[in-house]
């Protein structure tokens, strides 16, 4: 079974740092494109960040360039996003996503809440 478990998420002060974290399961994701996602209360959920695991190629929202950095780790088949600079607006239910090659996201994580207090 499929599967994408987010940690990580908590609650910090503005201008801090976590680090999420994505396990990965149930196949074989070096050909998939792991993106991040976050939605915040009222409103709709948003693209982050995404990376391609074969090339490592990423991605970033223009929201959290320069703070935000995607990562993987393909011995424990994990996806990061170490999140600096943490700023209250950062505040929402972050989602790990996977998608096949030309494909849309179609693997999900339940996601994990970064709250961030002024």
């Known amino acids: 079974q499929v599967q994408l478990v987010e940690s990580g998420g908590g609650l910090v002060q503005a201008g801090g740092s976590l680090r999420l974290s994505c396990a990965a399961s149930g196949r074989t994701f070096s050909t998939y494109r792991m993106g991040w996602f976050r939605q915040a209360p009222g409103k709709e959920r948003e693209f982050v960040a995404r990376?391609?695991?074969?090339?490592?190629?990423?991605l970033y929202a223009d929201s959290v360039k320069g703070r935000f950095t995607i990562s993987r780790d393909n011995a424990k088949n994990t996806v990061y996003l170490q999140m600096n600079s943490l700023k209250v607006e950062d505040t929402a239910v972050y989602y790990c996503a996977a998608a096949r090659a030309g494909a849309e996201y179609d693997v999900w994580g339940q996601g994990t809440q970064v709250t961030v207090s002024s």
């Open positions: 990376m391609l695991w074969s090339t490592g190629f990423t």
